[in-house]
């Protein structure tokens, strides 16, 4: 298996290629058959994908598939961009969300209870 620098996995950016503990995934075959849609993958092309895709809880078939497009290994030394680093959603965005949804409870608890 070959093993390539986060360089050259941030030059392979626009060819698809992306990071998932350690092991350099080319899924370009597989961005329309993607459940998320496209831009899911897209988003982390040439970056570490791993925060990102353990978060979303993938199954272990989705696991399988993804077994398909591994093209090598990171170089564990080699240093990676800023922008490279692990994705994942950020902590305000996070926080926003649990808002959205203790909202909406409590406006479904106050009608239920009015009545």
Do not use: C
């Not at 925060?51 to 272990?60: A, V």
């Not at 902590?91 to 409590?106: D, S």
Request: charged letters at 15%.
């Amino acid at each position: 298996m070959s093993t390539y620098t986060w360089q050259q996995v941030a030059q392979n950016k626009k060819n698809g290629w992306l990071v998932i503990d350690g092991i350099v995934y080319d899924p370009t075959l597989y961005l329309n058959q993607h459940p998320g849609g496209p831009a899911v993958l897209q988003n982390s092309f040439g970056k570490d994908a791993t925060r990102d895709f353990n978060q979303t809880g993938h199954t272990s078939g989705a696991r399988q598939i993804l077994e398909k497009y591994k093209i090598g290994i990171v170089d564990k030394g080699s240093p990676q961009e800023s922008w490279q680093v692990g994705g994942g959603t950020p902590a305000n965005a996070q926080l926003f969300a649990f808002l959205i949804v203790a909202i909406v409870i409590v406006f479904i608890l106050l009608n239920v209870f009015a009545k």
